[in-house]
């Protein structure tokens, strides 16, 4: 099922592990990297909310 209730809990589970959420726009795919000392996960922001709560959960497998 895929709701925005969904995608909530997958930003805080990823927050809790100490990672910013940005929502940009471009062309490219989802990711992770550190950005002056900061834990930061980019999401594309015209991804479907399918696409995103998809690249969520990838994220936090990779994360794990």
């Known amino acids: 099922m895929h709701s925005r209730v969904?995608?909530?809990?997958?930003e805080?589970?990823?927050a809790s592990k100490?990672?910013?959420i940005r929502?940009?726009?471009?062309?490219?795919t989802a990711g992770y990297c550190l950005l002056h000392?900061?834990?930061?996960?980019?999401?594309?922001?015209?991804f479907t909310l399918k696409?995103?709560?998809e690249c969520l959960k990838?994220?936090?497998?990779q994360l794990a």
Do not use: D, P
């Not at 929502?23 to 490219?28: A, H, L, Q, S, W």
């Not at 000392?37 to 015209?46: A, G, L, P, S, Y």
């Not at 990838?58 to 497998?61: D, E, M, V």
């Open 37 to 46: 000392n900061r834990k930061v996960v980019i999401i594309n922001r015209f």
């Open 23 to 28: 929502y940009e726009k471009g062309n490219f």
């Open 58 to 61: 990838n994220l936090i497998r």
């Open 6 to 10: 969904v995608l909530k809990k997958l």
């Open 12 to 14: 805080e589970t990823i």
């Open 51 to 53: 696409g995103k709560i």
């Open 18 to 20: 100490g990672y910013a």
